[in-house]
Nanobody, 120 residues
Framework: QLQASGGGLVQPGGSLRLSCAHS????????IGWFRQAPGKQREGVAC????????RYADSLKGRFTVSRDNVKNTVYLQANGLKPDDTAVYYC???????????????WGQGTQVTVSS
């Protein structure tokens, strides 16, 4: 149901746009969230968006550099990442769930992840 894409190798200070294709809001989810997991670290929330009204939430530490948006015609959610740093290197996952927020337990469906590597 979820397909994340758009990862790759980027230099510090660069940008990437990740995409999450989903099947469309249904009866059992209305939020799409982005999470990331670096080697040896716990999975952490990055940003999420309500598919219905576009309300967003961000991790405080990432606010200002990451922007989440949606295109309901294409059933796709985007994560624009700017000013990337080596610490942003991780596998980025999108997930679908209820309610709006960045707690892992809110999400039922998970995509396969896309690797983002920030390095010179």
């Amino acid at each position: 149901q979820l397909q994340a894409s758009g990862g790759g190798l980027v230099q510090p200070g660069g940008s990437l746009r990740l995409s999450c294709a989903h099947s469309g809001s249904g009866l059992d989810y209305y939020t799409i969230g982005w999470f990331r997991q670096a080697p040896g670290k716990q999975r952490e929330g990055v940003a999420c968006i309500s598919i219905d009204d576009g309300t967003t939430r961000y991790a405080d530490s990432l606010k200002g550099r990451f922007t989440v948006s949606r295109d309901n015609v294409k059933n796709t959610v985007y994560l624009q990442a700017n000013g990337l740093k080596p610490d942003d290197t991780a596998v980025y996952y999108c997930a679908a769930g209820v309610p709006l927020g960045l707690r892992l337990e809110y999400y039922t469906y998970w995509g396969q992840g896309t690797q983002v590597t920030v390095s010179s």
